[in-house]
């Protein structure tokens, strides 16, 4: 499955961006879609996912600022961020768990100002 991220930019702190993440395959066909994110020196790390049968999860650490949602007619799951702090600067993906693969799509840059 392919997947292509888009949404990012450059936003002051205390705003909001919607991210999204359109695949090639119907989103009900997909284990799971989930955003992850990578900051500059660290690893990447999973801040929310949401399953075929649309069940969602989002890490504590971001949780009640970052919401996980989907327009399955058009395969797309978005993320959803409020109240941005200069720590969500980072790369965010888009993964798919597809079949037994992960699939990943290309990052899509979040710089929060202070």
């Known amino acids: 499955v392919q997947l292509q ?4 930019g450059l936003v002051q ?6 991210l999204s993440c359109v695949a ?7 284990n799971t879609v989930g955003w ?9 790390e999973l801040v929310a ?3 075929s049968g649309g069940t969602t999860g989002v890490v504590d650490s971001v949780k009640g600022r970052f919401t996980i949602s ?8 978005h993320l959803t961020i409020n109240s941005l702090k200069p720590e969500d600067t980072a790369v965010y ?3 798919a768990n597809y079949r037994g693969s992960v699939s990943w799509g290309k990052g899509t840059q979040v710089t ?3």
Do not use: D, H, M, W
Request: proline share 2%; with cysteine; charged share 15%.
């Open 5 to 8: 991220a888009s949404g990012g």
């Open 36 to 44: 992850y994110r990578q900051a500059p020196g660290k690893q990447r």
């Open 24 to 30: 090639s395959k119907s989103i009900f066909s997909i």
């Open 70 to 77: 989907r327009t399955t007619a058009e395969n797309t799951v």
């Open 13 to 18: 702190a205390g705003g909001s961006l919607t």
């Open 112 to 114: 929060v100002s202070s």
């Open 93 to 95: 993906y888009c993964g």
């Open 49 to 51: 996912q949401i399953s």
